[in-house]
């Protein structure tokens, strides 16, 4: 799918601070560039994300925001790569994206991946982060995580107090949000992760 611009690109581009949405929807954040492959209210960029960012210089964007559009991602790998490409140094991404965990988002059947604890540390330069090591020669994308923490939330008021609560908890430590991955995530599940990372040096 070619880029269908429906603003100034170039200008936008170059009147910082440049934030883009990756997935936005009808729901776009504030003072954001809007991409979304359906052309859809509020849409600046109509794309497809897995063909790339191409239409976005190098080094050209500073933060970049996306909720609950990387489960539907199929070359990840690329995305990633078109994300850190595009960032300034010192620019931030944050992401919200299901943990595998959650009910809901297997009645999705546009949903392609499902993200756990550890996802985006394979991105990750093991030697600056990570405690639990996972392999970080998969990809040569490279990511430094500022914050991770699990999100337990409900449409119910009663649970959304209960799993709130249990969630402050769990975010306290690393270790807590181990232990609960292994151990409890299937009797208390988690509706999602939101993870802020930057590009690493």
């Known amino acids: ?3 269908l611009p429906k603003i100034d ?3 936008a581009l170059n009147n910082p601070p440049v934030i883009l949405e990756l997935g936005c929807g009808i729901n776009k ?3 954001a560039i809007g991409i979304d492959k359906m052309d859809l209210p509020g849409v ?3 794309a497809n994300i897995e063909d790339g960012l191409d239409f976005i210089s190098d080094n050209s964007v500073d933060e970049i925001y996306s909720l609950s559009c990387f489960e539907h991602i199929q070359n990840f790998e690329k995305l990633m790569s078109e994300i850190v490409r595009v960032l300034k140094k010192g620019g931030k991404t944050i992401v919200y994206v299901p943990h595998f965990s959650s009910p809901y988002y297997y009645s999705d059947p546009t949903h392609t991946r499902f993200f756990g604890l550890y996802s985006f540390y394979y991105f990750v330069n093991q030697r600056h982060q990570l405690k639990r090591k996972v392999p970080d020669y998969y990809f040569d994308t490279k990511i430094r995580i500022v914050s991770l923490k699990l999100v337990f939330d409900s449409t119910f008021l009663f649970r959304k107090i209960i ?3 249990i969630g402050a908890i769990i975010n306290l430590s690393r270790y807590l949000q181990e232990f609960y991955e292994e151990n409890l995530c299937y009797i208390f599940p988690c ?3 939101e993870v802020v990372f930057t590009k690493d040096k």
Do not use: A, E, Q, T
Request: aromatic share 0%.
């Open 1 to 3: 799918m070619k880029p």
């Open 191 to 193: 509706n999602g992760i």
């Open 29 to 31: 954040r504030p003072g």
């Open 163 to 165: 799993k709130r609560s």
């Open 44 to 46: 600046d960029i109509v």
């Open 9 to 11: 690109l170039d200008k």
